[in-house]
């Protein structure tokens, strides 16, 4: 499988990232090793993960998906053969307060975060250790309307990345990303790191798919010349480019037929969008959800595409997405089903 650069990084990655957010809860340990075997047996060298997987997170399955993984690890001896990419995450205003007392993006936080998924992970170091969100309030997770809260306290960004630097040199990780960032926040980093000798951000993981682009405006052009590449994740909708829901269908076992909670993908507008890609894939003889894959492997800003299944058949086919070229008309179709609906979930 082709490989990208990392960022400045000299790590080349492969152009599909196999995602983990169902292990533990929609997927089980073995399970979870067959996809582990067989994505690297296909050439995807990127794993992503996070502290607080699988989602939705609950406390009962904190760590579960970073404690599958140090299992796979152990077993097959292989930990040199991945980039393996993690996760802190920080201020939940309310909603996580299971772990660290009510997490949040500080040196304390950050050094216990680090430990625990080393811990569990069973390994000495992690290639690609990214800040999951932003610790104040700012627009993400789908939001808009932002307004400036004057009140807001974050904590500085200069101290994540110089709790960053110190895990560098220590060699617990190895490369610094963010994800679900505004163009502020990963310009912000930049500059911190350029003038402090801080380490630079290798990565922004950020949804992207064909129903929220909202990555083009602004997050591209950084990417671009900045050479922070993205990992682009929810390149399905929560599988609802696949157009398994299409209609009021409810797929037993599917991520929105288990989970109510998740209607980012479900509106009305959404609903209808998909419609018409899910229509241009078939009247091409293309599967939608690979379709849909391609479309985002190939922008020229994504670094990597992070995939996920929880089942080999999808696993098998979201993988084989990587070889699929989009010509110009199919494009053009795309471009146009996104001017007459722009970004239905944003």
């Not at 975060?113 to 250790?129: G, N």
Request: aromatic letters at 8%.
């Amino acid at each position: 499988m082709d490989q990208r650069p990392l960022g400045q990084t000299g790590i080349n990655v492969s152009k599909i990232c196999l995602g983990t957010m169902t292990w533990g809860e929609q997927n089980t340990q073995d399970e979870a090793f067959e996809q582990l075997d067989y994505a690297l047996d296909q050439g995807i060298n990127f794993i992503d993960t996070a502290e607080m997987y699988p989602v939705p997170p609950m406390e009962a399955t904190y760590g579960a998906t970073e404690t599958i993984i140090g299992n796979w690890f152990n077993q097959r001896g292989n930990r040199d053969q991945v980039i393996l990419a993690s996760k802190v995450f920080g201020r939940a205003d309310g909603w996580i307060t299971w772990t660290r007392g009510g997490p949040r993006v500080n040196r304390q936080h950050i050094v216990q975060a680090i430990e625990d998924s080393l811990r569990r992970l069973q390994t000495d170091y992690i290639d690609l250790y990214q800040i999951h969100w932003p610790d104040r309030k700012t627009n993400y997770f789908g939001e808009l309307g932002y307004v400036h809260d004057p009140d807001d306290q974050p904590h500085p960004l200069d101290e994540a990345l110089e709790t960053m630097n110190d895990l560098v040199a220590a060699g617990k990780i190895r490369h610094v990303g963010v994800s679900n960032e505004t163009p502020w926040g990963v310009m912000k980093y930049l500059a911190l790191s350029e003038s402090g000798d801080l380490p630079r951000i290798a990565s922004i993981q950020n949804p992207y798919s064909l129903l929220n682009r909202s990555f083009e405006v602004g997050l591209a052009e950084i990417a671009h010349r900045e050479q922070v590449g993205l990992l682009a994740y929810s390149p399905l909708a929560f599988g609802t480019l696949s157009g398994k829901y299409l209609g009021g269908q409810k797929p037993d076992g599917a991520r929105l037929t288990l989970f109510a909670r998740f209607t980012r993908y479900t509106n009305p507008r959404a609903e209808a969008a998909t419609e018409k890609y899910v229509e241009i894939a078939r009247r091409h003889g293309l599967d939608p959800a690979q379709m849909a894959l391609a479309f985002v492997t190939g922008r020229p800003f994504v670094t990597s595409n992070i995939i996920g299944a929880t089942s080999m058949d999808q696993l098998r086919a979201n993988i084989a997405s990587a070889d699929l070229e989009l010509g110009d008309e199919l494009l053009d179709e795309l471009n146009r089903v996104q001017d007459d609906n722009p970004n239905p979930s944003p």
